[in-house]
């Protein structure tokens, strides 16, 4: 793979979370119900029947994980905010102690030399917004802006970089149309119509940044993988171009373009869904220039025709690669790939790979974790990463999935991703080996 070198002294090397997956004290000073909360407390719509009320406490024990961070040696540290502990009914009256907590947080982690990274939605909405159409209604759209408004107002000046939403696919199709997720509906058509509404509402979100103007930067992080046809037959092709324009050029194109892709609107229009094409004024909109684009990079997508009634695609599972816990394949060449593609079709100005990393049943064993596997996929994709800053794109910053182990949404406490390992009965943190790889790769700016 070439010579390796050294990352840049200001590459950011951090870690992530999200405020549902980690925080508990669900409803505690006042916070709200989210619609993951009301979702994880159905019973039948998490595989081990857990719930996020109370996760890795870190409510409680932010401070002590601040501590990890440092001792790991990270500059960044991305997590979430939960938009019902500061807003509990998603708009008008404010939970000061909601905003406390993060007044705290944030102030620990200026004083460990950690930057802030702050997704403003990470799938948490306040279920009252839910009650009243969540993300298929405009009320939800304005009640972001608001949100947005207050925290640039509270937070602006202490955080480094902010990320209007993560993985709006995620929330769009695997809440709406699989139903996999909250708030759980099968309905493609109320799947197009939150997309839509999420796009807006990230650019409603930039305006009022751009308006508050403070120090950090502003961007959106998407989850994006290289999707290939299963064969060179023309209808494979097609398939995987389809899916393509389902999962990464829905949202690339109209944050970079103002429009969504023309051969999707025409399908969908097709296939009998309603997809209004943007107006001048929403495209103007929603493709404001961003300061960085961020992507969840963990896999590709091997495609062909298929079955699957709307796209009418199938993912083909080749059983002969390595797989993390969560069935996906280890595909270290696709962080270069989506990088790339990214850079010469987007140019957006900066990348930051926001999420990356790989679940897998840990266990402790004489008080440690030998997790090889997850250094193995980490270094891969560091090296790959490297290879993208020797090809002059522009990436300037990683960030591990996850700190410490959480709750894997529907997949409950079953899946691992953590450089730290949790013990969920007694909230003991124990840092896995893969913690200790990761900050020598930090320690020498180095995969050497
Ligand atoms: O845990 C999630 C995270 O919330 C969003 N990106 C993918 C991760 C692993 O599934």
Request: hydrophobic share 40%.
């Amino acid at each position: 793979m070439g010579y390796l070198g050294y990352f840049p002294e200001d590459f950011l090397f951090g870690v992530a979370t999200a405020s549902y997956q980690i925080e508990g004290a669900w409803n505690e000073d006042g916070k709200g119900e989210s619609i993951w909360d009301r979702f994880a407390h159905t019973p039948g719509n998490i595989l081990d029947g857990t719930t996020g009320d109370v996760a890795c406490d870190h409510y409680h024990c932010f401070a002590e994980d601040v501590a990890l961070m440092q001792e790991l040696g990270v500059s960044a540290y991305r997590f979430s905010i939960s938009w019902p502990r500061v807003l509990p009914s998603g708009k008008g009256a404010v939970n000061e102690k909601g905003l406390a907590f993060y007044r705290r947080l944030i102030e620990k982690l200026k004083e460990a030399g950690i930057k802030p990274v702050v997704t403003l939605y990470h799938w948490d909405l306040p279920q009252a917004l839910q009650d009243r159409g969540g993300w298929e209604s405009e009320e939800t759209v304005e009640a972001f802006a608001e949100y947005a408004r207050l925290l640039f107002a509270t937070f602006g000046d202490d955080v480094h970089l902010w990320i209007t939403h993560n993985e709006p696919w995620v929330v769009a199709f695997i809440g709406n149309y699989e139903g996999r997720h909250a708030p759980g509906k099968r309905d493609f058509q109320a799947a197009l119509r939150v997309a839509r509404n999420l796009l807006l509402a990230h650019g409603h979100a930039v305006r009022v940044f751009r308006e508050v103007n403070p120090k950090g930067a502003i961007g959106i992080t998407l989850n994006l993988s290289p999707v290939h046809p299963l064969t060179e037959e023309q209808e494979d092709r097609e398939a995987a171009w389809r899916f393509d324009g389902y999962l990464n050029r829905f949202f690339l194109d109209p944050l970079f373009r103002g429009q969504f892709p023309e051969d999707m609107l025409t399908f969908y229009r097709k296939k009998g869904f309603i997809l209004e094409p943007f107006t001048e004024e929403e495209r103007a909109l929603v493709a404001q220039p961003l300061d960085f684009l961020g992507i969840n990079y963990y896999s590709r997508h091997v495609v062909r025709k298929g079955e699957e009634p709307v796209l009418e695609t199938g993912e083909h599972q080749n059983p002969y690669v390595e797989r993390s816990d969560m069935g996906w394949e280890v595909y270290p060449r696709g962080i270069y790939e989506i990088v790339e593609r990214v850079t010469k079709e987007y140019q957006p100005q900066t990348i930051y790979i926001t999420e990356n990393g790989f679940a897998f049943p840990d266990t402790l064993q004489n008080g440690t974790v030998n997790d090889e596997r997850r250094i193995a996929y980490l270094r891969d994709h560091l090296l790959w990463l490297y290879q993208t800053l020797e090809a002059g794109y522009p990436v300037k910053g990683y960030f591990v999935w996850s700190i410490m182990d959480n709750f894997e949404w529907a997949f409950g406490f079953s899946k691992r991703f953590g450089l730290v390992y949790i013990d969920y009965a007694t909230q003991q943190r124990i840092p896995k080996r893969s913690f200790f790889f990761y900050r020598e790769v930090i320690r020498r700016r180095s995969i050497r």
